[in-house]
């Protein structure tokens, strides 16, 4: 198997334990906004409660759980393409510990400080490192 063969593993898995993460983080905060009486458990049959919103914490906590599935599948599926057809190299590993690390460096500001200048900044490093690793792959491909 090539450099991107099963190393590419490790990306991934780090990947699932930032979701693991986040699903934590969510339940907790939504734990706590009961608890402080924020909401009340009938909220989450729905998510509605008479019109009372999420408290921001834990909105910011579900949105960001979420997005984990959005924009990550394409990280995931690149990573497999690379594995199955053994193209890419060295380089869509690099690539793919960028693209963990800069999912990372956005949820810790949304989930932290949510500074926006800062969360729009690493949201779109992650776009332009997994633009990078689908035409490293491509072109690998292209090249035989």
């Not at 759980?65 to 497999?80: D, G, I, K, M």
Request: some cysteine; charged content about 15%.
């Amino acid at each position: 198997m090539s450099v991107a063969g099963s190393v590419l593993v490790y990306p991934m898995f780090v990947m699932v334990l930032l979701t693991t993460t986040v699903m934590v983080m969510l339940f907790r905060r939504r734990v706590r906004a009961v608890k402080d009486g924020l909401i009340t458990t009938s909220y989450f049959r729905i998510y509605q409660d008479q019109g009372v919103p999420e408290p921001e914490s834990a909105a910011k906590a579900a949105r960001h759980f979420s997005n984990l599935f959005e924009a990550p599948t394409l990280f995931y599926v690149a990573c497999l393409a690379a594995m199955i057809t053994q193209r890419g190299g060295l380089t869509i590993v690099i690539l793919a510990w960028c693209y963990v690390a800069a999912r990372i460096a956005h949820a810790a500001i949304h989930l932290g400080p949510n500074k926006l200048r800062w969360r729009i900044r690493a949201y779109f490093a992650s776009w332009l490192v997994l633009m990078g690793m689908w035409v490293t792959l491509v072109a690998a491909l292209l090249r035989g």
